[in-house]
């Protein structure tokens, strides 16, 4: 494989972010409904958008966070990424957020499909795992419908602005998810994986 990393699916595609992508970003990121959960936000100034876009090659190089716009005929819809790596043990932390009119479209569904693909059948990722705040029902949900199992709470783990949140931590195995809807999904890995984010050692 070569050039730059590409995940396509029957819907979507998931690609590296480019400087023209900050715009749309800063308006699905401005939403504080969007934001709720997560430990940044909401956007209130598209610098912190072009910022965000602009440190993205060094987290990758730096093995901090592989992260793509979730892509539809040429729209983005949100973003999705990997961090957290445990690369001894194979394992990375999968987290997705979309603008909220694509909330219940199966975009998100579809953008888990593609991300598992690539970590499954690309980087060698024995332990997806996932955190999602306790009282975020509709994400915890969303996982459990495409196959993650819920292991426990964390208590006081993820903090946004001056507000702590209990979380919920899961996981999918290589072999659930073989079994389960997200490997249904037809997906094309085109380009290559960054090196320092396949796990064979
Ligand atoms: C989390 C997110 C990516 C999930 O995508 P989504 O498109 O909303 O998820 P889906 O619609 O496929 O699945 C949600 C499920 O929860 C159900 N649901 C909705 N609200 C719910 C609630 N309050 N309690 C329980 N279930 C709920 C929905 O009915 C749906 O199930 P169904 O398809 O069987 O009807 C999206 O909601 C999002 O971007 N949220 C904001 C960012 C965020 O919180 N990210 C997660 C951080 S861990």
Redesign the pocket.
Known sequence: MSGELEIHGPTLVLRYPVPGDAGRLFELGSDPE?????SWGPYTELAQAERFIEGVPGSRERGEELGFVVERDGEAL?WTLFNDVRSRDRSVTI????GKQ????????ESKALMAALAFKAMGVERLS????AS???????LR?VGFVEEGVLRRFNRHGDEWFDCMIGSILPAEYEAGPLAAVASEIRGSVPDNWVFNG
Do not use: E, P
Request: proline fraction near 0%.
């Open positions: 969007t934001t709720r959960f997560l949100g987290g997705t957020w979309l694509h909330w219940g479209t199966g975009v998100n569904t996932v955190f999602a705040a975020n029902d509709r994400s915890r949900a969303a419908k």
